[in-house]
């Protein structure tokens, strides 16, 4: 069934061609074409386009289809184009006429718009409960581990000293950041596209304020034409702020692979939680790390495919839109995988505790030699100079006492804070 039917049949290599990834991407949208059809019906009986008899069995089928797909028995055969067209026969298979009507002043320009920011809405959501356990467990960490020294690094040299403390609650207060992003993604997407029909509007007085409220959006996307035009905005809009997700997390992964490795010795992870290799009975490598690395990576690059795909086009609505989906719902399964992954695998962490007593971290302490200095009474310049002296003549004696008080430093990593900021973030 085609909802743009108009007894012509076609081309079967056209059809293949142009449907696509359509019906298996549409199962994941199909809870929410259920939910517009349900508040457009509700709006249609109230402008006098149904009639009130007719709303409870229209109801009571949507109702029964929205079951389906909860448990997971709705399917999307070949023979249907894609969500829409699957749901309307449903409709008019079992009340005929009354069936019918769902279409009136809609188009599938704004019902899959509506499906898409209804569903954005809610994954964005889904993607925040995971970043908040992911930041959790890592202000966990950084508090349990907060004592526990480690070279800092800068040009990969080892630089100054830090902590476990400091390094997990880096990665806590990086969340925050990206949080922010998901909230302007959802603002975005909360705005209800419902009633721009192909993207012109309609001659039907339909009443696209009681759909707003329905579907409880917060605002509504007033312009037909705007409405139209968010499509590839919304989607480039939340692929903008996984990115932010999926740079914390990469660079976080790789940390850890670096870390692992013989050279750092810093961390490691149950035998379980690793793999071996075929040949080398020593190995015990960090695959899931590297595979959320890749995998985010991989989502960083998510923007600029969905940029290439809209680039350029003309307002109103193009079929190149189709491709976005096959882009981004995936992707939005990927990135909660990696949330869920990086978790899990911070939980079982191994921290070694002693690495800092190695000789070769001696001179991260050169700085607090320095400092002390000053402190003495000597100017920074000179103290700089007087250690650079020692460390050239090899009389220079590391102090692995460290006194920093400052917010934000080992001594004071400000963790309270920066739950504080992420408690704020996760309320817009």
């Known amino acids: 069934?085609?909802?743009?039917?108009?007894?012509?049949?076609?081309?079967?290599?056209?059809?293949?061609?142009?449907?696509?990834?359509?019906?298996?991407?549409?199962?994941?949208?199909?809870?929410?074409?259920?939910?517009?059809?349900?508040?457009?019906?509700?709006?249609?009986?109230?402008?006098?386009?149904?009639?009130?008899?007719?709303?409870?069995?229209?109801?009571?089928?949507?109702?029964?289809?929205?079951?389906?797909?909860?448990?997971?028995?709705?399917?999307?055969?070949?023979?249907?184009?894609?969500?829409?067209?699957?749901?309307?026969?449903?409709?008019?298979?079992?009340?005929?006429?009354t069936g019918k009507k769902i279409h009136t002043a809609r188009s599938r320009n704004d019902q899959v718009l509506v499906d898409?920011?209804?569903?954005?809405?809610?994954?964005?959501?889904?993607?925040?409960?995971?970043?908040?356990?992911?930041?959790?467990?890592?202000?966990?960490?950084?508090?349990?581990?907060?004592?526990?020294?480690?070279?800092?690094?800068?040009?990969?040299?080892?630089?100054?000293?830090?902590?476990?403390?400091?390094?997990?609650?880096?990665?806590?207060?990086?969340?925050?950041?990206d949080?922010?992003?998901?909230?302007?993604?959802?603002?975005?997407?909360?705005?209800?596209?419902?009633?721009?029909?192909?993207?012109?509007?309609?001659?039907?007085?339909i009443d696209r304020e009681q759909t707003t409220e329905l579907l409880q959006f917060s605002e509504m996307k007033y312009n037909a034409v705007a409405a139209q035009m968010s499509r590839g905005k919304l989607e480039k809009s939340v692929s903008f702020a996984m990115t932010g997700i999926a740079g914390t997390l990469s660079r976080l992964a790789m940390d850890v692979c670096l870390y692992m490795s013989q050279n750092f010795g810093f961390v490691t992870f149950p035998d379980q939680l690793t793999t071996g290799s075929s040949i080398m009975p020593h190995k015990k490598n960090p695959d899931v790390m590297e595979l959320i690395r890749a995998k985010c990576n991989k989502i960083q690059a998510l923007p600029t495919e969905l940029i290439s795909v809209t680039n350029n086009l003309p307002s109103g609505y193009h079929r190149d839109f189709q491709l976005l989906k096959e882009s981004l719902l995936p992707a939005i399964e990927t990135l909660k995988s990696c949330l869920?992954?990086?978790?899990?695998?911070?939980?079982?962490?191994?921290?070694?505790?002693?690495?800092?007593?190695?000789?070769?971290?001696?001179?991260?302490?050169?700085?607090?030699?320095?400092?002390?200095?000053?402190?003495?009474?000597?100017?920074?310049?000179?103290?700089?100079?007087?250690?650079?002296?020692?460390?050239?003549?090899?009389?220079?004696?590391p102090s692995r006492s460290i006194h920093h008080t400052h917010t934000g430093s080992v001594g004071n990593l400000g963790n309270e804070q920066i739950n504080t900021k992420m408690e704020a973030a996760l309320k817009n």
């Open 179 to 205: 949080v922010y992003f998901l909230n302007a993604a959802y603002q975005v997407a909360d705005q209800n596209p419902l009633g721009s029909a192909a993207g012109y509007g309609s001659s039907f007085p």
């Open 116 to 177: 898409l920011h209804l569903f954005i809405k809610e994954e964005i959501k889904e993607i925040k409960t995971l970043v908040k356990a992911l930041f959790d467990r890592l202000i966990q960490a950084s508090e349990q581990y907060n004592d526990v020294l480690i070279p800092g690094y800068t040009h990969l040299q080892a630089a100054m000293p830090s902590s476990f403390g400091m390094w997990f609650g880096a990665y806590a207060e990086s969340l925050v950041d």
């Open 1 to 97: 069934m085609k909802l743009w039917d108009k007894g012509i049949s076609t081309e079967k290599i056209v059809e293949q061609f142009t449907v696509g990834n359509d019906r298996v991407l549409d199962l994941q949208l199909a809870k929410f074409d259920v939910l517009g059809s349900l508040a457009h019906a509700q709006m249609l009986t109230s402008v006098g386009l149904m009639d009130k008899n007719e709303l409870p069995e229209i109801e009571r089928e949507l109702n029964i289809i929205l079951k389906e797909i909860e448990n997971g028995k709705f399917t999307i055969e070949e023979s249907f184009e894609d969500v829409h067209s699957k749901v309307e026969y449903v409709l008019t298979e079992k009340l005929g006429d």
């Open 340 to 397: 869920f992954m990086t978790e899990y695998m911070i939980e079982h962490i191994i921290i070694k505790e002693e690495i800092i007593n190695d000789p070769k971290y001696d001179y991260i302490f050169s700085v607090e030699v320095v400092n002390a200095l000053v402190q003495q009474g000597l100017s920074f310049r000179d103290a700089y100079k007087e250690v650079g002296r020692q460390i050239e003549e090899g009389s220079y004696m």
